[in-house]
């Protein structure tokens, strides 16, 4: 009996990191087809808009779920341009969560995916280092649609951070004010086999690209290889 005990346990302890690096790699693999299709789209975010942005978070299938006000949860990415200003080509992602009540969609349990835009570093450094509410710690605002749509508007000057969603076919600027976003450690540490931080990732080159990430990086760099933005 404690053979067999010890057996299962060994499985177990073989098993189970496999099995969760396994789907958060899948986790950055769709958030790669969620970009590359997103930005397929003939009205998606404006040129001028993305090349702005220090830092891109993609969040494939966000479930709402109904008790009370409703809710979301979800998970993704997060990749920044490298470099300290931000300056440089789009780099290892690092996991990140969405948590919230109603966040301003009634799709009826319909999974939606979500991009939001970093416009300013302090919006990213926040959001690396801990949890931030949107339209509280950070201004957020739904981003501009339409490849003749300029950052260089009131809405989108004043916001540190942009959000789209797409859903049932549709994609639309869309607010997600009073939602949060946090590092997911424990998703970082399943994906690269270690514990590693969010912030460590993104600035010290704590964990190589993961082969997963192909598709998200390769798109965004071919998207928008550089940042425009005069505050990097």
Same mark, same amino acid.
Request: aromatic share 6%; glycine share 10%.
């Given at each position: ?8 346990? !060994? ?17 950055? %693999? ?37 008790? $009370? ?29 969405? %948590? ?25 450094? =926040? ?18 649609? $339409? ?14 951070? !942009? ?14 004010? $009073? ?9 970082? %540490?399943? !994906? ?23 598709? !998200?990086? %390769? ?11 005069? =505050? $990097?």
């Amino acid at each position: 009996m404690k053979k067999t005990i010890l057996a299962c346990s !060994l499985i177990l302890a073989i098993t189970l990191p496999a099995f969760a690096q396994r789907k958060e790699k899948e986790r950055v %693999e769709n958030a790669g087809k969620v970009m590359k299709e997103i930005l397929d789209i003939p009205d998606d975010i404006p040129q001028d808009v993305i090349d702005k942005a220090d830092c891109v978070v993609v969040l494939p299938s966000v479930l709402k779920f109904a008790f $009370g006000v409703g809710g979301s949860y979800g998970r993704g990415v997060m990749t920044c341009r490298s470099g300290k200003d931000y300056r440089g080509a789009w780099g290892v992602p690092t996991m990140i969560a969405l %948590e919230g009540g109603s966040l301003g969609f009634q799709l009826g349990g319909q999974a939606t995916d979500f991009v939001l835009l970093l416009m300013t570093q302090r919006s990213a450094d =926040n959001i690396l280092t801990s949890k931030v509410k949107l339209g509280g710690d950070v201004s957020a605002a739904a981003g501009p649609v $339409g490849r003749n749509a300029s950052a260089e508007t009131d809405i989108t000057l004043r916001a540190e951070i !942009l959000s789209y969603s797409r859903a049932r076919g549709l994609f639309a600027g869309i607010s997600l004010s $009073g939602s949060t976003l946090r590092p997911d450690n424990s998703a970082n %540490e399943n !994906l690269y086999g270690k514990k590693v931080e969010a912030k460590d990732i993104v600035f010290e080159h704590a964990v190589p690209m993961p082969a997963a990430a192909k598709l !998200l990086i %390769e798109t965004l760099n071919a998207k928008s290889p550089k940042n425009t933005s005069k =505050n $990097g």
